[in-house]
């Protein structure tokens, strides 16, 4: 299965013009003479501060391998599998300092995802008395993150960042593009149920999530959409 084949159609149009938006503003740079004496050192800075972040981050996390939480690596390796990844991106766990996250993120050729234990263990929770085998919330988080990298989103990321400022259609292509990740997050689990929990433990946690209504979520959703 390709990740390509469950990308939202929202996001397909919102692409379209927010790289209209950033190509007429990064023109606009190009040709003012305050845009080529800043703009390459801005963007030299971004990057060496990103990659300053991506090492102190990784130095102090765990990088997932055959012999380190090996279990989890390889549910890793079959969504990235699922998902039509040519290549494995490096997989870490961290402490969150008690926040429920994941990320993907990447530095020139390099792929990293980044997993917070505390998200980990509450879909473990959530999971618990599950068989092997079973669809997992784990599965549906590691999914969701591949899936950003499978999609290409961070490839056009910096292209886009203008657009990203714009009020309405900024907010609204970064949703498209978390709707069309967590649609990758569902294939690679197959089973909706445990997608929609999967999203309830990054509101509520592992114990909590049990007792969530999934109906009542699409209604939340319907009201604050």
């Keep these: 299965m390709l990740a390509a084949h469950v990308r939202s159609p929202k996001e397909k149009n919102l692409f379209v013009l927010a790289l209209i938006v950033s190509a007429l503003v990064w023109i606009a740079i190009a040709v003012s003479l305050v845009g080529l004496l800043y703009a390459p050192f801005i963007a030299l800075g971004i990057v060496v501060g990103h990659a300053f972040f991506l090492a102190r981050l990784t130095g102090n996390s765990v990088r997932l391998g055959s012999r380190q939480l090996p279990e989890l690596y390889k549910r890793a ?6 998902l039509g990844l040519d290549r494995m991106p490096e997989v870490y766990v961290t402490s969150g300092g008690g926040v429920l996250n994941a990320f993907a993120t990447k530095l020139f050729s390099r792929w990293f995802v980044v997993l917070n234990a505390e998200v980990i263990d509450a879909c473990e929770q959530l999971d ?36 990203k400022l714009v009020p309405l259609l900024g907010p609204a292509y970064s949703r498209a593009c978390e709707y069309s990740a967590d649609a990758c997050g569902l294939a690679v689990v197959d089973d909706a149920d445990t997608a929609a929990r999967a999203l309830a433990v990054l509101s509520t946690g592992g114990r909590q999530a049990r007792k969530v209504s999934i109906d009542g979520l699409v209604e939340q959703r319907h009201d604050t959409g």
């Design 77 to 82: 390796q079959e969504a990235a599998g699922k």
């Design 128 to 163: 618990e008395g599950k068989q092997a085998g079973d669809p997992s919330a784990v599965d549906f988080i590691v999914g969701h993150e591949l899936g950003h990298l499978a999609l290409g989103h961070l490839s056009w990321s910096w292209l886009l960042w203008p657009a």
